[in-house]
């Protein structure tokens, strides 16, 4: 069988499925599967493939049917234009945390705000951005999970910046010590009973980091109330949010006392992403 040939398989199998941007997802299989890019998958189309690889292939496929993201798959995903290695003990990068890292650079290089400290850092995506984008900064990285700094490590040393970053395995700021001028979090916050209402490919991810308690706001209590303590004068705090919770978790962020500015920030398609406290 040909490559040109098994693609249009693999699209047809999808289709069949109701899987969406299937013709997408058929190709980048096809090329994680064959180790070729697509400029190349395309030059070659008409060559052969092995048994074994159409059988790879359509283990894949059967993955992708069975709600398996496509990036658990290839392990890589695109963020804030670096590549990152990710498996199914962090989350998958999404486009909008790009908002987050774009705002948190913003502050640093306009106000000269070096130290940082991003808390629940999973796969590492935002710190790793932000040290490849800050030459002069020193990040911290932390997550409650061994696996997931053994991740962050990896990506650091993919990305060429592990010797500008700390990696800390801390339940929140459980083993943090020092202040840091911005403290930059995306922490869990879907409410525990929605998790099981949402997508296939979703609910593949890590729960540990999807699960923000009953009201969603669990993290964002505990990160308000404490961040205070390891942030320098007139340092910043900068969360990732869900699209409905600007409200309450700005309401929370005035209740605690300790902020001087609290505002939201929006994300390329308009839903409130991003809140940001000034000490």
């Known amino acids: 069988m040909q490559i040109k040939e098994l693609l249009i398989q693999g699209r047809h199998t999808l289709i069949k499925n109701n899987i969406e941007d299937a013709s997408i997802v058929a190709r980048v299989l096809l090329q994680f599967v064959l ?5 190349e998958l395309l030059q070659k189309d008409a060559k052969q493939v092995s048994q074994k690889q159409k059988q790879d292939y359509e283990i894949a496929l059967q993955k992708i ?6 990036q658990y798959i290839t392990k890589k995903q695109e963020f804030y234009g670096l590549s990152f290695y990710v498996d199914d003990n962090v989350l998958i990068p999404q486009p909008d945390t790009e908002v987050l890292v774009e705002k ?15 808390i629940c850092t999973g796969s590492g995506a935002i710190g790793i951005s932000l040290a490849h984008n800050l030459p002069n900064a020193s990040i911290t990285m932390s997550d409650i999970s061994l696996k997931a700094i053994e991740i962050a490590k990896r990506n650091s040393k993919q990305n060429e910046v592990l010797n500008k970053v700390t990696l ?19 922490p869990p916050y879907i ?3 929605i998790i099981t209402t949402l997508s296939k490919q979703v609910q593949r991810e890590p729960h540990l980091a999807l699960d923000g308690g009953e009201d969603g706001l669990f993290f964002y209590r505990k990160l308000l109330n404490e961040a205070p303590n390891y942030l320098k004068a007139k340092g910043y705090l900068c969360m990732e949010i869900g699209y409905e919770q600007k409200e309450a978790v700005m309401q929370l962020a005035q209740e605690t006392g300790k902020y001087e500015i609290i505002e939201a920030k929006q994300d390329f398609s308009g839903n409130d992403r991003v809140i940001i406290c000034k000490k």
């Open 168 to 186: 800390i395995q801390s339940n929140l700021f459980e083993k943090i010590e020092g202040d840091f001028d911005i403290i930059v979090s995306n």
């Open 104 to 118: 948190v650079l913003n502050i640093a290089k306009t106000e000269n705000k070096g130290t940082i400290l991003d």
């Open 35 to 39: 180790n070729m890019d697509q400029i």
């Open 191 to 193: 409410q525990t009973n």
């Open 65 to 70: 049917i069975e709600g398996t993201p496509l």
